[in-house]
Antibody, heavy 122, light 106 residues
Framework: EVQLVESGGGLVQPGGSLRLSCAAS????????MNWLRQAPGKGLEWVAN????????YYVDSVKGRFTISRDNAKNSLYLQMNNLRAEDTAIYYC???????????????WGRGTLVTVSS | DIQMTQSPSSLSASVGDRVTITCRTS??????LNWYQQKPGEGPKLLIY???SLQSGVPSRFSGSGSGTDFTLTISTLQPEDFATYYC????????FGQGTRLEVK
C-alpha cells in the first residue's frame, strides 16, 4: 500500500524552529520528485517546496526562501522540511506529496499524506 | 505571478445533478492544469491532469476541458461521495492553486 505519513508538527513560538518528516512506503521513493505543501486553517492549498529524486535540485515559494530547507534521505525513504524563523502566517497543515513528471509542464501531485499541523503562536 | 480564479467559491447541489466548476487564469497556461478533490481530514486526490486527462481509477463521471485561460471541471451525475472541495492547479510555472470550490448538499 502506498503511504506517506507526516510527523513533527506542533506548537512553536514565533521565531522558533521545527523539523517535519515524511515517511514513505509502498512505492519507489527514490524515483519521485517530492514536495511540501501547506493549507492554513479553512484556506486553500499552497505549494511550499520541492526536491528532485536525487536531491540535487530544490525549489521554494518566495515566502519561505532563506527560512525553510527541504531535504531527503532515499536510504530511509524519508522527506524532511527544516523550518526556521517561523512566523504566525506559517500556521498550517503541512502535507508531503509525490510528484509524477510526464514532461516539464505536464506533471501532477499523485501521492499525498494526511498532513501534520504546525501552529506558530506565542 | 499567474492568478487563479475559481468559480463559484461554493455550490449547493443534489445527488444526480450535473455540476460545473470553472477555473480562470490571468495568462495563458495552454493546457497545463490539474484538478483535485479534497475531503475533510484528508490530503487532496488527483482527478484530472493536463486539463482533460482522467487519472487512473477516477470515475468517468468526472471530466475536464478547456485551454488557454479558461477551464472547467464537470461532474456529469453527482454521487453522494462527490461532496467535497475542488481545486484547480496550474503547472505552467510555480504551482499555484485556485481558492477552491466547496460542493455542498442542497
Amino acid at each position: 500500500e502506498v503511504q506517506l505519513v507526516e510527523s513533527g508538527g506542533g506548537l512553536v513560538q514565533p521565531g522558533g524552529s521545527l523539523r517535519l518528516s515524511c515517511a514513505a512506503s509502498g512505492f519507489s521513493f527514490n524515483t519521485y520528485w517530492m514536495n511540501w505543501l501547506r493549507q492554513a486553517p479553512g484556506k486553500g492549498l499552497e505549494w511550499v517546496a520541492n526536491i528532485r529524486h536525487d536531491g540535487y535540485e530544490k525549489y521554494y515559494v518566495d515566502s519561505v526562501k532563506g527560512r525553510f530547507t527541504i531535504s531527503r534521505d532515499n536510504a530511509k525513504n524519508s522527506l524532511y522540511l527544516q523550518m526556521n524563523n517561523l512566523r504566525a502566517e506559517d500556521t498550517a497543515i503541512y502535507y508531503c506529496a509525490g510528484q509524477v513528471v510526464l514532461a516539464t509542464t505536464k506533471w501532477y501531485f499523485d501521492l499525498w499524506g494526511r498532513g501534520t499541523l504546525v501552529t506558530v503562536s506565542s | 505571478d499567474i492568478q487563479m480564479t475559481q468559480s463559484p467559491s461554493s455550490l449547493s447541489a443534489s445527488v444526480g445533478d450535473r455540476v460545473t466548476i470553472t477555473c480562470r487564469t490571468s495568462q495563458t497556461i495552454i493546457n497545463y492544469l490539474n484538478w483535485y478533490q479534497q475531503k475533510p481530514g484528508e490530503g487532496p486526490k488527483l482527478l484530472i491532469y493536463a486539463a482533460s486527462s482522467l487519472q487512473s481509477g477516477v470515475p468517468s463521471r468526472f471530466s475536464g476541458s478547456g485551454s488557454g485561460t479558461d477551464f472547467t471541471l464537470t461532474i456529469s451525475t453527482l454521487q453522494p461521495e462527490d461532496f467535497a472541495t475542488y481545486y484547480c492547479q496550474q503547472t505552467y510555472n510555480v504551482p499555484y492553486f485556485g481558492q477552491g470550490t466547496r460542493l455542498e448538499v442542497k
